[in-house]
């Protein structure tokens, strides 16, 4: 009986042991936006956001617009602005205004509006990573 215990207690040591060195970590939707913003290949595009937008560069206020100007074009949503800039400047496909993808574009766009960065542009606004 003893040693059964023993046995009991070194499975259920070793069982909590992998359980935390396998855990997964939740990747948040803006960390799927930035990957799928800097990704050349997403949507069938020949260059990424981040060839135009470097690490957001110029888009820190679009996450509060309701309507946007791009190339002399007038877009009524952020999602026809995305679109418009993967089918024209990225020359790719557009996504589904409610797809996963373009809600975690979205999410990341937004999410540039609020790092501050000392000396860059208005309080409140900036590029992450500069």
Sequence with gaps: MKILGIVLFCIIVVGLTFTGAYAVKKITPEERGRAFFRDANFADSKKSCDSCHPNGRGLEKAGGKKTFRIMGKRQNSIEEAVNFCITRASK???IGTRSREMKD??????????????????PGYGVPGY
Excluded: D, F, H, N
């Design 92 to 94: 790719g496909k557009a």
């Design 105 to 122: 574009i979205v999410t990341y766009i937004k999410s540039l509006m609020k790092i501050e960065v000392p000396g860059y542009g208005v």
